[in-house]
């Protein structure tokens, strides 16, 4: 189990910081985390509801809800969410209020799976299965796409276009209608973006393929596009230059990471310089690998990014593990911009804020229990410290919030 040290209180973790135009209590940070707890419509749920108001309460941080899809062209996983229609808007907007009422923010992080996505449930919804490149990134996926008779194609220069426009849509929704404070993109973890970004999923000879500066332009892009939609103080990004999931090479590329991630960072700062500073920039340490821990990447010297990018950068990946939460106060201490990330111990934890800034054992996470379609298992049952668990909506139905 994992035990705050005392020095917590007194760092930077419980300074306010400013996010663009939101103004934070505290720089600790609930981590996107797919919990699959969505209608099988893609609605948000009244389970949902209760499960980030509890985590609002006595925080004032960011809550970053889970990784949702703009629109279902964007791939596909059972009672994910997705932020389309006029009733997945509003369920998210009631979300977005009750989490406002207790005084903490709120941001959504804008899933495109490509590759990732499943292409069985592609095909009953007539959809295409997707991505930079016809390159699968396991013999499964290939098995069930070909069984599905839904095989990966190349994404058209048109469709890519569509997709980059549906993106600026889906910020509008998320910030002018649900109320939603930023939008997240998610270039992260092998989905879409960062397919187009790296090398290994990505063999396009047009202008979407080849070179870095090619490479990193659907990325780019959907940036500006948002940032025009909803301004960039209502946008960041989500990165992991390092991670090793869904066919992902991390430190083993053929490019350095420094390179290719380096490039997109500076970028970044180029527009900001510009007048265009996102509300900040999300990265993945090393030592995870999306939902797995990479101990052979945990040596990288990841304080690279601080060097090109001026922002808030939001860093996560393990913090709260038994073997790193001692080092934490130096790691928030050592600038002004960095906010710390949590997403396994915020699911265990619905009072982490309390519990860190006192110095308060944390209750450990089932991991079995994370992706429980659709059940209130492992979501609504951990309680405040001191409490047991509460089993009592176990069996409950989760209602859609429109």
């Known amino acids: 189990m994992s035990i705050p040290p005392k020095d917590l209180a007194n760092s930077n973790l419980f300074k306010p910081i400013k996010l663009g135009s939101v103004e934070l209590k505290n720089r600790l940070v609930y981590a996107p985390t797919t919990r699959f707890r ?4 893609f609605v948000a749920t009244d389970s949902m509801l209760e499960y980030y108001t509890r985590r609002a309460i006595n925080n004032g ?14 791939g596909l996983y059972e009672n994910a969410p997705c932020i389309k229609t006029p009733e997945q808007v509003k369920a998210f907007k009631k979300i977005v209020d009750s989490v406002h009422s207790k005084g903490s923010s709120i941001a959504v992080q804008l899933w495109n ?52 426009i549906e993106y600026s849509n889906a910020a509008k929704r998320s910030v002018n209608e649900a109320g939603f404070d930023i939008v997240e993109i998610h270039g992260a973890h092998m989905y879409l973006l960062d397919q187009f970004l790296q090398e290994s999923s990505n063999n396009r000879t047009d202008e979407y393929g080849g070179s870095i500066e090619n490479r990193a332009r659907f990325m780019l892009e959907v940036i ?25 090479l991390g430190y083993k590329a053929k490019i350095n990471p420094i390179v290719t991630w380096g490039y997109v960072l500076s970028e970044l700062e180029r527009r900001a310089k510009n007048g265009n500073r996102l509300a ?4 993945v340490e090393p030592r995870v690998s999306g939902a797995n821990d990479n101990p052979d990447a945990s040596s990288v010297n990841f304080t690279w990014p601080d060097l090109i990018w001026k922002g808030p950068i ?19 201490n050592k600038d002004d911009h960095t906010l710390i990330a ?61």
């Not at 969505?38 to 419509?41: A, E, G």
């Not at 500006?224 to 090793?244: K, M």
């Open 342 to 402: 949590v997403g396994r111990y915020f699911t265990s934890n619905p009072d982490l804020a309390h519990r860190l800034k006192e110095g308060l054992e944390l209750t450990p996470y089932d991991r079995s229990t994370f992706y429980k379609l659709g059940s209130n298992i492992g979501y609504l049952d951990y309680d405040s410290y001191g409490k047991p668990l509460d089993h009592s909506k176990d069996d409950i139905e989760a209602k859609a919030l429109a």
């Open 224 to 248: 500006d596009a948002c940032i025009e939609a909803v301004g960039a103080d209502h946008v960041a990004i989500r990165l992991s230059p390092y991670a090793e999931f869904q066919g992902g």
């Open 113 to 164: 799976l490509g590759r990732t996505a499943d292409p069985k449930l592609l095909k009953k919804y007539n959809l295409p299965f997707v991505a930079p490149s016809p390159i699968y990134f396991d013999k499964n996926s290939e098995i069930t796409a070909k069984e599905a008779k839904n095989e990966l194609r190349s994404l058209t220069i048109p469709e890519i276009k569509n997709m980059i």
């Open 61 to 74: 941080g960011l809550l970053i809800v889970e990784a949702t899809f703009p629109s279902l062209e964007f």
């Open 280 to 283: 900040y920039i999300s990265i």
């Open 314 to 332: 939001v860093r996560a990946g393990g913090f709260l593990d038994k073997d790193n939460i001692s080092k934490l106060p130096s790691v928030v």
């Open 38 to 41: 969505n209608t099988k419509d």
